[in-house]
């Protein structure tokens, strides 16, 4: 397997990870110190936030440390907008660092963000744009459509009938698939009319690369500002997480 710069440096030791948030419809106050304690509880993960992304990412040569970013940044778009954007500086930076090899994780709302900005849209592959929806917040079966995938593979084998059963969330649907970009399913639910849904099957996580970096795109995550946080005291969502950060940041998976 043929490593970037950045895991070359960092192969021994503790995945180096900066959440980028502070802006989010999302309750990032919780959500942001969440996949912080829940990424170094495993003890493979060193893990930084950001709630002021303009300036972190202001310095390039900063940028190096991490092995990971896990964005969980929502502007909004349209009617939703919140905003602020990034300064361009900043925009650069990221994409640069990400090109030569620092990988993503996207977190649910993320792909809300910063419309119209070409390179972010090609990162996340799906994005909430007009018409994109979700039904009412409900238990809903996950199911993986890549079982050999390092993400999946190790952990379909611990869950009944290898799916993830009654998980607690938003179920998106109609994300648009932005500029052509590839990227590959590797787990999906069906999206039901009676929750409000599409009546068919909808993408819940996806895998792709950007340049040297690779991406993975976990759909699933919604916590309203005061709301319950049973999406992210779900065990398999948070198994899934994991599996999928350490994946974007190193190309395996610990199994255990």
């Known amino acids: ?21 502070g802006v989010n419809n999302h309750d990032w106050k919780r959500t942001a110190p969440f996949c912080k304690d829940l990424l170094e509880k495993t003890g493979r993960f060193d893990v930084e936030i950001s709630d002021d992304p303009s300036t972190t990412l202001s310095s390039r040569k900063n940028l190096n ?6 964005l969980d940044y929502n502007t909004g778009f349209g009617d939703l907008y919140t905003g602020p954007e990034w300064s361009e500086i ?4 990221f994409i640069d660092a990400v090109k030569l090899g620092v990988n993503v994780c996207v977190l649910h709302s993320a792909n809300n963000s910063f419309p119209g900005w070409v390179e972010y849209e090609e990162i996340c592959a799906l994005m909430w744009r007009e018409g994109s929806s979700h039904g009412k917040y409900h238990a ?3 199911e993986f459509t890549d079982l050999d995938h390092p993400i999946v593979n190790g952990f ?11 998980h ?11 500029h052509d970009t590839d990227y590959h399913v590797i787990a999906q639910a069906f999206s039901t009319i009676e929750s ?44 899934l997480l994991i599996r999928g950060c350490e994946w974007a940041a190193t190309g395996t998976v610990t199994n255990s």
């Open 156 to 166: 379909i084998q611990t869950l009944p009938d290898g799916k993830m059963k009654a």
């Open 90 to 93: 900043a925009r650069k930076n």
């Open 140 to 142: 809903f079966e996950v």
């Open 65 to 70: 440390q991490y092995q990971l970013f896990l």
């Open 196 to 239: 409000g849904g599409t009546g068919q099957y909808e993408p819940m996580a996806l895998v792709k690369t950007y340049g040297q970096a690779r991406i993975y795109h976990n759909i699933l995550g919604h916590l309203g500002k005061g709301g319950s946080t049973d999406t992210y005291d779900n065990v398999d969502f948070q198994t």
């Open 1 to 21: 397997m043929r490593l970037n710069q950045y895991e070359k440096e960092y192969i021994v030791g503790k995945i180096r990870v900066l959440i980028l948030t």
């Open 168 to 178: 607690p969330d938003e179920l998106y649907h109609q994300l648009k698939h932005m």
